[in-house]
Each structure stands twice: as C-alpha cells, then as structure tokens.
C-alpha cells in the first residue's frame, strides 16, 4: 500500500465474531478487516478455528455472537443465498464441486443472471451463447479448457481445486474466500496455484487465503493474521507475523519440539 | 391392446414425470397419490357440481393441486431427506382419509359422473409436459436444478434460492399429478379416495427409479413397461407386483441408475464444439 | 374413557413394538429397513402356518419370531448387504421392494381377503373385569408379551457381549471394526432382532382382531415409522412413549371424533411433529443434525 494514501473503504468488516458449539468455543471475540486490493492470509494450527471462521464469514454457519460488514452492509442473519448473491464467494477445504456435472457447467451455475432468477432461467432455453462464452473464459483462466466437458467428479485433485475457483470467480464476487486451496499439492502444483490467485485477485475487490503452507503465505499475501484456539493471535505483514513468538510457539508446539 | 391400457400408460407416464421433477431438486415426494387425488376431485367437483366446462377445469384443478403443494411444501422443505419423505408419505394418508370422511366429495362411495377426458387429451398432455420437460433439460434452469441436487448448500452461496427452487419443482410435479388426476377421473367416470393410496405413490416412485432418473425418457420407459407390458404377457399381469419388484431388486442390484443412465448434459447442443 | 386408553394402550405396545424394530436398525446401523412393515405383516401368517399345521396356539410366538427374524436376514442379504457405502436410498429403495414382493406373494397363497386365525375362544373373548372395565385376555396377552419383549431387548442390549458389540457399532461401524467387532455379524444380529419384534407384532395384532391380513403393513405398519418420527429417529424411548401415545390418541378419537378420522392422528401428529420441532420428541441423537435444510 503506497504511504500517506487514504484508508479506502474495508471490503470485509468482522467484528467480535464469536461462535459457540456445545462446549467449544472455535471463534472466540475475532475481528480484522479486508482492505480492496489485498490478500489476507489466515494461518494457523488446526483446530484453531480458521475454517470456522470462514463458514461464518460465508454464512455456512449463523454466529454466536458478533457481526460480519460487507462493503458496509451488515450481513447478519442473511440466509446463505442472500449473502452470496451480495458478493461473496468461496472455496472448500475438502472440495465440494457437483461432481456429476461437467467442468463447464459448474461454472455456468455461477451465471448471477440466472442463479438470481431461476425461472426466468427456464425461458433462457436454446440461446446460451453469451454465458458459455463467458463461462469459458473463466476455464480458460484456471487453464481447465480441455476439460471443459468432463465431469467434475473424475478431476485430478489439482484441477478440482481450480475448477472450484473458477466457479467462485464466476459469480463475479466482490470477495473471495479461500480455504487452503493448497493442500495436498505438490511444489509444482503449488507455484501454478499462485499464478491463478494472483489472476483471480485482479478480478475481485479482495482475497482472504487460509493456509497452512508457509510459501504460498508469504508470496501471496498482503497482510496476515495468525489464529490460535479461535482467537486472533498476531496481525500484521508476513514476515512480521511468521517471526513472532507466540506464532512460532503455536506451529512448533504442534508439529513438536525438534 | 385396449384404449384404458393406453390411457393408464399416459397417465402413469405423467404421475412418473411429476415424481422425476421433484427429483430433480434432489427430493423424494410419495405424494403423487395425493396430488392426483385433489387435482381428479377439485377437476371433478367443478364439472359435475358446477357445471365447469372440462377444458377449463382441468388447468384450474393443477392450479389448485399446485397452490397445495406450495402451501404444505413451504414448512415442510426446510427438512430434508427421509423426513421430508416421510411428509409427503403422511400427506397421501391425510388426503386419501380426508376424501373418506367428507361427503361433500363423495366420501367413501366416491365420486361419479366426470367425463369427457379421451385419449387426445391425455396424448396433448403428455406432449405437452414432455415438451416442457425437454426444453428444461436445454435450459440453465435444468444446471440450477442439478446443483441443488448436487449440493444444495453450495449452489446456495452461489446465489440460488432454495426454498424458490424446491419449490418451484414441488409444485410443478403437483401440478402434473393434478392434470393426470384430473384427465384419470374423466375417463372412469367415477373414483374412489382408494384409487389414490399410498400404494398409487410407491408404483410411481419405483417406475421412476426402473426406468431411469437421469433425464426424462427414464420415467416415460419406467412408467410404460410397468404398465403396458402385463398386457402383453399374461403371466405378468397377475404377478405384476411381484414381477415389479424383483426388476426392482435386481435392477438396483445390477445397475442403480436405472434402464436408461445415460445423462443429457445440458450445455451439449448443437453450438457448442467443444472438445469432447 | 378407561375402557379406551386401556385399548389404546394394548394397540399402542403394538405400534411401539413395530417401532422399536425399525428404530433399532436406524439408530444402529443408520439404514432405513422399508420391508419391516411387511415382516410384521406376515407375521400373522407365519402363525398361521403353525396353528394350521396343528400346534398348540401359544406355541406360535417363539416360531413366528424366528421365522421373521430369518426373513430379516434374508432382507439384509437382498437390499443392505451390497449397499453398504453407497447413498442410503438405494437400500431402502430396494427393501421396499422387497416388501411389495412379500405382499403379493402372501396374496397369491392367502387370496386378497383377510384370513381367520383360529385362537381358542376363552383367549379373545373371556377375560375379567378389574376396576369396572372389561379386559380380555387376549389384551393382557399383548401388553404381557409386548412388555416382555421390551424387557428382553433392553436386557440384551446393555447386558450382553451382544448387546456391548451393538453399542459399539451404533456409536462407530469404523471404531467398532477396529476394535475387532464383526460389524457384519452385528448387522445380522441387529436385523435379525429387528425383523423378530416386528413378526410378534403382527402375530398379537392377528390373536386381537382373529384375521391375519396381508394389508396391515401398509396401515397398521407404516404408522409405526411415522411413530418413530414422533418419538426421535433411532431413539427407543421416543419408539415406545410414540407407540403408546398415538395408540391412546387414536383410541378416543375414534371414540369421540368424528367417523374415521382416528385413523389421520397419526400422520397430522407426525407432520406437525416434523415441521416445528423434527428431531421429535425424545430427539437429539446424530439424526437430528441432519433433519434441517
């Protein structure tokens, strides 16, 4: 961010977001913001309540306690449709792509012009030239071309990943929410995967990444938090928050003392 | 062959694609029975207690057939699964016993003097609703419908309304149970509330899952062996239940997607070039 | 009015025994078993055979609860053996087929009308009178025998290594199998108690009304599952307070309703059950996550 620029307007405003299961505290009091331009990275050890946290941002989960702003607008109590046709989108952890439709037509899901009117949709019979091509090009830019017409379900792990970035970049989100798109990658997948999220930032206002692979932390992100037992531990640029203590005590306590 | 054996084919073809379009959403409705009930008594009050013309009391009773569904179908789609069957289950039972106790509709003696329904009625209905149905599977409204069934939560934080949506097909399968209930009562003359049991409702669901659930000619075959084929062959007709269920057994056995698998992307016509 | 909860009480251990066989397989092995309505069905006519072969009446029970838990067996061989990963449906599906196919046959053999069991007199219509109401013998027969069957599943399934092995895979199939349970030899067990309760069901209800009825599955029996709805899917207390609940209902609606409409408490029970509160009333387990959209 260039110095003595003005604070635009937060993309994501989260505020005391809290959320209570049972016993478990998983998100406990957590608050950040998402700046338009950025990538956030979320990191922590697992259980820490990252992915908590991104079901509650993306209303997968109602919260506890606590209030989610989108571009200002309170999104509170917002049935799941409400908050993604309000612009954002996301990935998962453990891939939920329809894996009986093809490449192509999980992106076509994502057409607001239809998914925001189903009916009107039926009448769309015939004269889809328009949304396949743009659809296309959402393939095109997480390379899956050739696979256009293959169904999701037989993707090699790689591919399924992208293809469920396509058709969250599809629905022309504001915000993007990825959730550790990197995992179970190798070294060459993972470089390929941060050319696509450096693409799919140029076609959102923000991106918020949860990762666990350090690397694709510090080549993406713009700032980081780090989370711990559903609270926000560190905040801050990269290299600040990898270096900080309490950070390294979390990640070396939990892959053990060497 | 006689006429009524075509004209229970065309109407199970129909009761067949009511269930097909609910399933499309990814729910499984046993209510066929009842909204074929309520679309034959509410098209057969209307004509021989009112005088309504035929023709126009047939779309009046899918109307009415439909505004139930929505009507019952609007709490009851927040559950999901089973008990969502179980619902639509207990709503054959309510219906059927409602038919009984009320003499306004005839109770247990039924319903008499409807007629006027042939079999160019019912062949113009089922060209019509295949035709529907066709255009739909060319539609983005057919991917809706197949994210939803995919997963619903997902093709949710894309932006689509479930509740619209189920509803929506929940409906619309009413809608065709009411008119193949309707054109059902016309032709008979006179029915009974036990022409309409829960039994009514399990044959349909199994003709869908015989013939097929991947697009809409599963159900049409599903629905036409079951019941042309006893005509032809005379051992089936007496053990049709039996015969049914063991194509049933094996079928699930042997191949789950039923007679007719294949899958009609929606996206494939004729200007897409794609590499394939 | 005493008269009538007794009889709904007797009608509702019959639904509650119907119950607690479809709930045992749900809670425990998390499958939907839709031919259970026509085990118990046929029941009745299992007893039949004895009786018609010659054998002392009482002698039916015992006979008629390992025939239905072999037919059980037989329907956990047909629909659940080869489904076991796959989407639940297709399973219950293909019972449900099953049991189509056990009514028709049982139509062919026993025609379509309702065939007489022939129980000696002084057992279905002597009795005494207790309290100023009436009751038959055949009613405490089927409280008697209802009760103990509860008794005895109870037994089993807390005191017997059995009955530890069923917890065990009700709780975790994965966990069990790495405990060195034989989860197949489980789910054998399970159908096969399962299937037994519901063939001594319809055992009573034929001793009770004297005919044995190849249509009870789909009216008597299918309330059963809209009980176990109203009770908590896979929950036993829902399975039994359901059972007996829905019997007293139906009784003194019948009594003081209007014409048939008993026959509707059921289902209007469960729909209303389902839509404002659908883990039911006993409910909570791991079903209960699932009820909502």
């Keep these: 961010m260039p110095a003595g620029a003005e604070p635009a307007a937060p993309v994501l405003e989260v ?24 990538i956030l990275g979320i990191i922590g050890p697992n259980g820490a309540g990252k992915t908590v946290l991104i079901n509650l941002v993306s209303g997968f989960y109602p919260a506890t306690s606590g209030r989610v702003r989108l571009l200002g607008e309170d999104l509170s109590g917002l049935a799941l449709h409400q908050i993604g046709r309000r612009g954002i989108a996301r990935t998962f952890q453990n891939i939920r792509l329809f894996k009986r439709m093809t490449v192509l037509e999980n992106v076509l899901v994502s057409d607001q012009r239809h998914a925001r009117r189903p009916i009107r949709a039926f009448f769309a019979f015939g004269r889809q030239r328009a949304e ?43 915000l993007l929410l990825l959730d550790e798109p990197a995992a179970g990658m190798n070294e060459e997948e ?11 930032r140029k076609l959102v206002m923000a991106v918020v990444l949860i990762e666990h692979d350090m690397s694709l932390i510090q080549a993406l992100s713009d700032r980081v938090i780090a989370m711990d037992y559903g609270k926000v531990m560190a905040e801050g640029l990269p290299a600040a928050v990898l270096a900080d203590p309490e950070v390294q005590r979390a990640y070396l306590g939990e892959e053990g003392d060497p | 062959m006689t006429v009524d054996y075509l004209f229970f084919t065309g109407v199970n073809i129909l009761l067949a694609w009511s269930v097909y379009i609910v399933l499309l959403t990814g729910n499984l409705s046993f209510a066929q029975g009842a909204f074929m009930a309520i679309g034959c008594y ?15 009391a047939v779309p009046a009773a899918m109307a009415i057939s439909a505004a139930m569904a929505v009507v019952f179908g609007y709490p009851a789609l927040r ?24 003499s306004y509709t005839g109770g247990v003696g039924g319903l008499k003097g409807m007629s006027g329904a042939t079999l160019w009625h019912l062949g113009g209905a089922i060209l019509a609703v295949g035709a529907l149905l066709y255009l739909l599977s060319r539609s983005p409204l057919q991917r809706i419908l197949d994210a939803v069934r995919e997963d619903d939560r997902v093709a949710a934080s894309l932006g689509i309304n479930l509740t619209y ?18 054109l059902y009562g016309h032709y008979l003359i006179f029915v009974r509330p036990d022409n309409f049991d829960i039994l009514v409702s399990i044959f349909v669901v199994l003709y869908v899952i015989l013939g097929g659930v991947n697009n809409l000619w599963g159900p049409l075959l599903g629905a036409t062996v079951m019941t042309l084929l006893p005509e032809f062959i005379r051992a089936l007709q007496e053990w049709r239940p039996t015969v049914f269920g063991l194509a049933i057994i094996v079928m699930l056995l042997l191949r789950p997607e039923g007679l007719l698998s294949f899958r009609l992307t929606s996206a494939r016509w004729s200007g897409d070039a794609g590499g394939r | 009015m005493t008269a009538q909860i007794l009889n709904g009480l007797i009608v509702g251990s019959m639904y509650a025994l119907i119950a607690i066989g479809f709930t045992l397989v749900l809670g425990v092995l998390d499958r939907l078993n839709f031919a259970h309505t026509e085990v118990f069905m046929f029941g009745a006519f299992a007893g039949l055979l004895v009786i018609d072969a010659g054998f002392p009446w009482w002698l039916t029970l015992p006979f008629v609860m390992v025939v239905s838990g072999v037919i059980g067996l037989a329907v956990e061989f047909i629909s659940f053996r080869r489904f076991e990963g796959d989407v639940r449906i297709t399973a219950a599906l ?33 009795g005494f009178t207790l309290f100023g109401i009436r009751v038959v013998y055949v009613q405490m027969l089927i409280l008697a025998v209802t009760l103990a069957l509860m008794a005895a599943l109870h037994l089993l399934v807390s005191r017997t290594r059995a009955g530890r092995n069923i917890r065990a895979v009700a709780d975790s199939p994965v966990a069990a199998s790495l405990l060195g349970i034989n989860v197949r030899r489980v789910t054998q067990d399970v159908f096969f108690v399962s299937s037994a309760l519901a063939g001594a069901a319809g055992l009573l209800l034929a001793f009770r009304t004297g005919y044995a009825n190849a249509d009870v599955g789909l009216t008597f029996g299918l309330k059963a599952i809209a009980i176990m709805a109203i009770g908590g899917m896979g929950d036993m207390r829902g399975a039994v307070v359901g059972g007996l609940l829905i019997g007293v209902l139906e009784s003194l609606t019948f009594q003081f309703g209007v014409g048939k409409l008993g026959e509707l408490v059921v289902w209007v029970a469960m729909i209303l059950v389902l839509l404002i509160r659908p883990e039911g009333l006993f409910g909570g387990g791991i079903h209960a996550k699932e009820v909502r959209a």
């Design chain 1, 15 to 38: 505020s005391e977001l809290s959320k209570q299961f049972d016993g478990l505290r998983a998100v406990d009091g957590v608050s950040f913001t998402v700046l338009p331009g950025e």
């Design chain 1, 132 to 174: 396949i091509e743009k659809a296309r090009r959402f393939i095109e830019l997480m390379g899956l071309t050739a696979r256009a017409n293959q169904l999701a379900g037989t993707l090699p792990y790689g591919e399924a990943r992208r293809l469920e970035i396509a058709r969250a970049l599809a629905t022309e989100p504001a």
């Design chain 1, 190 to 200: 993972t470089a390929e995967l941060i050319a696509d999220v450096r693409k799919a």
């Design chain 2, 42 to 56: 509410a098209a057969g009050i209307m004509t021989t207690r009112y005088g309504v013309p035929f023709l126009a």
């Design chain 2, 79 to 102: 559950i999901r699964g089973i008990y969502l069957i179980l619902v639509t289950v207990g709503l054959t039972f309510c219906v059927r016993i409602a038919l009984e106790n009320f």
């Design chain 2, 165 to 182: 949506v189920k509803l929506f097909a929940f409906g619309a399968g009413a809608a065709i149970a009411g008119l193949a209930g309707a």
């Design chain 3, 94 to 126: 293909s019972s449900l087929a099953v049991g189509l196919v056990m009514i028709d046959l049982t139509h062919k053999v026993w025609g379509t009308e309702p065939v007489g069991i022939n129980v000696p007199n002084f057992v279905t219509t002597a």
